[in-house]
Structures are given as C-alpha cells and as structure tokens.
C-alpha cells in the first residue's frame, strides 16, 4: 500500500502543530495536533482529509503509516488518538490497526451543519506488532504474495467469479451473496484485522501484477498446539506451472518464522491429486482420511488429512 502514491507529510512553515499531506503534490488533507503530552508521551491529533474516493483511501492509510512513524517510532510516543470526521471511511484505520474508541456527537461545524467526530486510537505494543512488523509481501521466484485487505476486494471477487464453476468442485457451496463487491470486502476487512493480530492471514498470489490465486493460514492455535491449517486455490488456467508448490512454500516459511507455529495441516478431496501432490512436495505426510468431512454441491465428502511439523 502507499506504492506510486508519492504521500509526503510536510510542517507548514507558519503553524508549528500543523502538518500537509500531500500526494503527488497535490494537497489531500492535513494533521493538527491539538494536544501533546510528553509526560505520558501521548497525543491528539484532528485530521482532514478531503479526497473520497479509492485513490483517496489509500492515500490516506499510506499518510497514516507515515504520520505514525513520525510520532511512535521516531519520537518515541506511546499513544496515537486522531479525531476525524463521522463519515471518513475506516478501512486505513482498520488496515493498520486502529480502534475505535469514542464519538463525539455534534462536534465541528461543516456547512453550517454540525457533525460527529470519531475517536481512532493506536498505542506503541500495536505499532510495533501489527503489519509493521509482519509485512505481508513475500517474493518468489515465479510469483509474488500479499497479504490481503479491503483494498483487494474487487480483485478477489474477480478471481472467484471467473474461477467459480472450477472451485465449486473442491469448495463448499456459496450462496449468491458471497458473490458481492460488498461482502468481500467485509470478509477481508474482518481476515486483516486477524492478521494485525497475528491470528492468521489470507494472501492473494500473484504474477505479473495479476491476481492469480489465495492462500490461507487459519484456525490458529497457539498455546501448546501451535497449530494450524492452510488452503489455498489457483486459477484453472495456471495450474501445473508450479505456482502453487511455491507459494505453499513461501507461506510455511512465513507462517513457521513470523506466528511461531509447529504444525501445519491441509485437507483435500480423495481425487484431488493435484493438490496432493503439491503438498507432498512441500514435505507434508498424509495423515489418513476423514469421512463426511465438508458439505460441497449439496453432499458431505470426504477428505485426505496432511500435516507437516516445523523442522
């Protein structure tokens, strides 16, 4: 995120608490800081922004990744409030692991109409354990991955819809509104906050810029398990290329060194044998098999159970 969008946050020369945001050097928004408290290296700052659009989204994440580098990492700060508009779209605040924790109702004048302010808070344990650490962006040979947000929900979709009839004989059974704009971009708002988290991860693989499969890591479980599952799908066209067998292998390095597990499970269809063979190479052991496992096109089928051990 922030690729290509040149953001740069500036000081204005007269006003020594307010800052620009501009990108490509056009004005976009501005900071305020309305209060600094360097006794509890704490701070409150009222936000502007003026683009409302998708380029304007990630602009804005883009300038609060580097508005939050600014104060936390390099002034050492360890609370982060920002006070913005009721209706700013949360998803840069979410991406980066804001909370919500306040509204204020009718609190600034905006044509001549008052309105509500949120109250977004980020503290330095977050900053420092989120997606600043955990990247997201692993780079292969062949093949590129990323992690996914609500950024990603109409190339997502587009990747299920031009693959559905293909998935739909290894997947379980979607209703029509799993086919929306909207409720992929729910459902990966809810994956990063996981992901923020270090609860799991859901990654988009791609070639040439180009979408061309996902891959997850869910149902973690730390503690003494430190377990979990991966499932991943590619779109008809690339299979038998090797791309999948790669980004198996760049998530379970990921999934061992960045959540810390020690065991890793896959299931497949009995006649998938493409995908069992991708995981033989990425050094799983079948386990057995487990009757009735999932409910795909109306029928419970059963599943070949992998696993493979952190070594």
Known sequence: MGKGLNVTITNTTNEANNYIIKASGIITGRFTIIDLDNDNKSVLIKLKFFKDSKEGIAILEEALRVMLQILIKSNGLHKVNILCDETISLTPFT???????????ENSLVNSKY???LIMGMIEEDYYNNAYIKEGYLKGDNIEIRVLSSEN????????????SFLSKYEPFRDETFFTLETQRQSLIENYREFIKGQGAHFGIYKDNIMIGRIRINNIIQGVFKSAFIGYSIDEKCQGKGYMKEAVKLVLKYAYEEFGLHRIEATTLLDNERSQRVLEACGFTELGVCKEYLLINGKWRDHKIFYRNNK
């Open 95 to 105: 991406n980066l692991g804001f909370q919500l924790e306040g509204y204020i109702a």
């Open 153 to 164: 929900a109409d190339e997502l979709l587009d990747y299920y819809v031009r693959n559905r």
């Open 115 to 117: 309105e509500g302010n």
